[in-house]
């Protein structure tokens, strides 16, 4: 064998136009079916929002003292006894929906965000908010407890009494 014979390298193993266009038709096949599977998959497993329940208990008519005003900051509701009876009032301004706090020395609800006053049935006074605060239905569950339902709301006149 001469030099020159061995310099020679053999030519490396060519790709055929065949073998290529079948790689990409089965690289193809199986990133469709793969893509398939995982988006079938996916609906096992659905994002779900866990909301709070809209009904609950916020305790025995006896634990609110006549006149108080009681926030629950699980349920973002207020809780009124007055004279005439109970009332669930939303906390939740109806301008953006920011939470208002009770202000006992000027009798009103106020909003932190925008300023929004409301009375203490939920009448807008003053500001951006769009609405009165909402009111919700109380009923008097069977342990004696009373039962908040947010799907329920009542007009501001409406008051449960025990
Ligand atoms: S969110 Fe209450 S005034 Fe804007």
Redesign the pocket.
Known sequence: MSQEDQNIEEPKEKISRRKFLLWVGWGSLVTSLVGSFLGTARFLFPNVLFEPPSSFKVGKPEDYAEGSIIFSEEHNIFILHEKAGFRAISAV??????I?NWNQSQNKFI??????TFSPTGEVLS???IGPLKSFSIELAKDGKLLVDTRKTVKKEDYFRV
Not at 111 to 116: A, F, K, Q, T
């Open positions: 301004c109806t301008h953006v929906g920011c208002v909003c932190p965000c925008h300023g929004s500001g951006a908010a």
